[in-house]
């Protein structure tokens, strides 16, 4: 589904392109609870590699971004064979994940995590491995569907702790061309295993076994602009958080943000107008000035305030001194002697 000229997924990311920095205004924290049971199904039995997934028992998980506050975790997808690129390439898989706000006005925020097959023993392929195994054999011509008992399983261990990019488009392929999704990407790919890739795979096929065309009745999942086609970047609109979720799982937000229940608007130059560029100085000067430079700065700023507050002193003792005793010659003295 081409959506005429507006930012869309998906894209080929390229994180040598970006060079805007944002931190306070894409904060992402986040500490769930474990879930009880886990729920993958196939939207459409008639669609490849294209599943959904929901956690049960992680209703009073802790999620928070900056300019949105509370989240819950609604829905998460996965895709075999990734729908974005990544610095030229298609992953083995990606996790997509789609945030709600808890209070009105209502707010979506998604976050997309490319994976990869590898024989490590990770965070990540140990969350696949919980319950991937014990997935039910699919059913010749009937839709998906599979529900899991787990102990334990945490989607902590799927959010990576690594930098994020934050893209602000639409994403048809899930969606519709009607709207604009504050989008988390991870160019970095978590892990999993083999074994669990092949499981997923045999059960939903991939997503390029599909017959892809142009036309425009076609469902959208099937629509070729919608996975063959990369999608020319705004990089006006993408971001880079350099700390990202690297401070892993925890009320880490606590202290550091203010929960902002506004919606972004977009201005007639496409540009961001809930807030200034205060913020992106602040980064640039946090991460991009030496500490050798920035003592010179603050010694220099110091040493002006007090000559302002030792001119300021000295004018007003001798005004004072000079009404004091009458004499206006001591009055006018503070100026001459400057």
């Not at 009320?251 to 929960?259: E, K, Y």
């Amino acid at each position: 589904m081409t959506c005429g000229n507006k930012r869309q997924l998906p894209i080929n990311i390229k994180k040598s392109g970006i060079n805007q920095y944002s931190r306070n205004l894409s904060q992402f924290f986040y500490d769930f609870k474990d879930c009880n049971s886990i729920t993958v199904e196939q939207p459409d039995k008639d669609i490849s590699g294209f599943a959904k997934f929901n956690l049960h028992g992680i209703e009073n998980s802790y999620i928070n971004f900056s300019t949105m506050g509370s989240l819950k975790l609604k829905k998460g997808y996965i895709i075999v064979n990734s729908i974005n690129k990544y610095d030229g390439e298609r992953k083995n898989m990606e996790i997509i994940l789609e945030f709600e706000k808890t209070v009105a006005p209502t707010d979506t925020l998604i976050m997309i995590i490319p994976v990869e097959k590898s024989g490590k023993n990770t965070a990540s392929s140990s969350f696949f491995h919980a319950f991937i195994p014990f997935m039910e054999s699919k059913k010749e011509g009937k839709k998906y569907e599979s529900n899991i008992s787990v102990q334990g399983l945490n989607i902590n261990n799927l959010i990576p702790t690594n930098s994020f990019l934050l893209y602000n488009a639409v994403f048809p392929l899930i969606y519709t061309c009607t709207d604009y999704y504050k989008t988390i990407i991870f160019n970095e790919p978590i892990q999993i295993k083999d074994s669990d890739y092949n499981k997923l795979h045999t059960i939903f096929g991939k997503y390029s076994d599909n017959s892809l065309n142009t036309e425009a009745n076609q469902k959208k999942e099937l629509q070729s602009s919608n996975y063959t086609d990369m999608h020319e970047i705004n990089y006006r609109m993408m971001y880079y958080n350099k700390k990202g979720t690297k401070h892993g799982p925890g009320r880490h937000g606590d202290l550091d943000i203010q929960n902002l229940t506004c919606t972004p608007i977009l201005d007639e130059d496409d540009q961001p107008i809930d807030g200034t560029r205060l913020d992106w100085i602040k980064q640039a000067f946090d991460e991009g000035v030496s500490t050798e430079f920035k003592t010179i700065i603050f010694v220099i700023i110091l040493v002006g305030l007090t000559v302002v507050i030792l001119v300021t002193v000295h004018e007003y003792a001798f005004k004072s001194i000079g009404k004091l005793i009458g004499d206006e010659s001591i009055v006018g003295r503070s100026s001459s002697n400057l």
